[in-house]
């Protein structure tokens, strides 16, 4: 308990940085989901390579009279070999599950609007952990990925489930999961186990197949030392996506599998088996179409997937203020015919046109509702805003002061200085007072915002590296 006190980060802050060392830690050696997955692409093969050679030896011993002894030490060898691989694939199994299961803790509460709070709070709190385009952000980037689309496949998964028709055979027999958001616990856990664990599952291990040996090579050279983040050749692009298909649908066939069961209970663990090999098969086919759109059940996992690889983009031209057009893309390929339109307008419901966590600069107003000639920051903080170009906000200065109990503002588009027509309205305050009020929170802003003086957005990571300013979910004044 000292050390969370003593620790620079809320209690919360901390579990959400033990969760993304427990998927993609930023050093090796520690036991992760994406290390897992290295050592059984790269050392599982040499293991049942040696149990099939060993079962080579057995034959031929077994056919001879003479070889008793060698025969019986054979078979354990072989027994000791296959236990060991069963063991490690369990241990794989089982930091899937711990991850899932604190997933689901930290962004699933007991109502629709609890659950809603939780994600914001754990997709903002990912992206206020980062600092833009500022040193290896890219590493950074690709490490806050995957948790960061597990959530949003969770939350348009629910929407999903809240239509009236669900085509696919596997998700239809959810639809009353929406129930466990109203107290009901049979479908709470039978959601968790049946429907959760197995999309937080696909979200994360979407691109496993990347930490393959031959993939790794491509990115990073045989030697180790190419920029990974580096634009690519078309043939290695070719190559990279074939290796990721490849490894990514043979980590999820073979490296995992069911959990073992406990207990002596025959109908009950031929139902165990049968709910985990189902829950199995919609993983495998979730990620397959993922990759191969061949019935559209991929775009619940592809939709995200495309949003999170703009809000936490690894390429060098990065930039805070193209973040607001991630869902412009969605839109664009919905349009295009290469999403689903629906689920696409779903999905844009649920984020709006700014993502969890993006500093807002705006135009506050007097008691009577008149725009002052001013403005101050906020950080958008709930999902599901009522207009999309309307973030709902956690204001986070008065006077342009930093302060840590500031009202929740859903910010118009009017008042809103990420749009054009909004910064002209403050076109006309005097130079020196726009320099005044730079020079107060200049810490926070981008080089270029300080050049156009009044800033589009502003960047809230200093701010929130303080422990007073990270419950920013809190219903404050």
């Not at 980037?141 to 959530?151: D, E």
């Not at 043979?250 to 031929?270: H, Q």
């Not at 649920?350 to 107003?365: C, D, E, K, N």
Request: with cysteine; net charge positive.
């Amino acid at each position: 308990m000292s050390a969370q006190i003593q620790s620079p980060d809320s209690i919360y802050t901390q579990q959400v940085k033990e969760l993304i060392n427990m998927v993609y830690p930023q050093e090796v050696g520690y036991g992760s989901v994406f290390e897992d997955a290295k050592h059984f692409f790269s050392l599982t093969p040499e293991l049942e390579a040696h149990v099939e050679e060993l079962k080579v030896q057995l034959k031929k011993a077994e056919a001879s009279t003479k070889k008793e002894v060698l025969v019986d030490q054979l078979k354990k060898q072989i027994k000791n070999s296959s236990q060991k691989l069963e063991e490690e694939r369990l241990a794989r199994l089982a930091r899937v599950d711990a991850v899932s299961t604190k997933l689901i803790k930290l962004c699933e509460g007991d109502s629709w609007q609890e659950t809603q709070q939780l994600s914001a709070k754990f997709l903002g709190t990912l992206m206020l952990l980062t600092q833009g385009p500022e040193g290896k952000f890219a590493r950074i980037h690709q490490r806050f990925k995957p948790l960061y689309k597990a959530v949003l496949v969770l939350r348009l998964t629910d929407k999903l489930l809240d239509h009236d028709t669900i085509a696919h055979k596997y998700l239809s027999k959810y639809r009353d999961a929406i129930s466990r958001m109203r107290g009901n616990r049979y479908w709470r856990e039978k959601w968790r186990i049946e429907l959760g664990r197995p999309l937080i599952t696909a979200s994360l291990l979407q691109d496993v197949g990347l930490q393959s040996p031959a993939a790794l090579t491509i990115l990073r050279g045989a030697d180790n030392k190419l920029d990974e983040f580096r634009l690519l050749e078309e043939s290695q692009r070719r190559d990279l996506l074939k290796l990721n298909y490849h490894f990514t649908m043979k980590y999820i066939t073979e490296g995992l599998g069911i959990p073992a069961y406990v207990g002596n209970v025959r109908e009950e663990r031929d139902r165990f088996v049968q709910t985990h090999n189902e829950a199995n098969d919609f993983v495998s086919q979730l990620v397959k179409d993922a990759f191969v759109s061949k019935t559209g059940l991929g775009e619940l996992i592809k939709i995200p997937q495309i949003y999170a690889s703009v809000i936490f983009s690894t390429k060098a031209d990065y930039s805070r203020k193209n973040l607001p057009k991630g869902y412009l893309l969605i839109e664009q390929l919905s349009k295009k015919g290469a999403l689903n339109k629906k689920l696409a307008e779903d999905f844009i419901d649920l984020v709006g046109y700014f993502p969890q966590g993006f500093g807002i600069t705006f135009i506050p107003v007097n008691e009577n509702g008149q725009e002052k000639d001013q403005y101050e920051c906020a950080v958008v903080i709930g999902l599901n805003p009522t207009k999309p170009a309307e973030p709902i906000c956690k204001v986070t200065t008065r006077n342009q002061k930093h302060i840590s109990s500031g009202h929740i503002e859903v910010i118009e588009k009017g008042r809103n200085l990420y749009f054009p027509a909004s910064r002209k309205k403050l076109m006309n305050v005097d130079k020196a007072r726009l320099k005044e009020i730079m020079s107060q929170l200049s810490s926070n802003f981008t080089s270029d915002a300080v050049d156009e003086l009044i800033p589009s957005f502003w960047e809230p990571h200093d701010y929130f590296s303080f422990k007073k300013h990270q419950n920013l979910w809190s219903k404050s004044s």
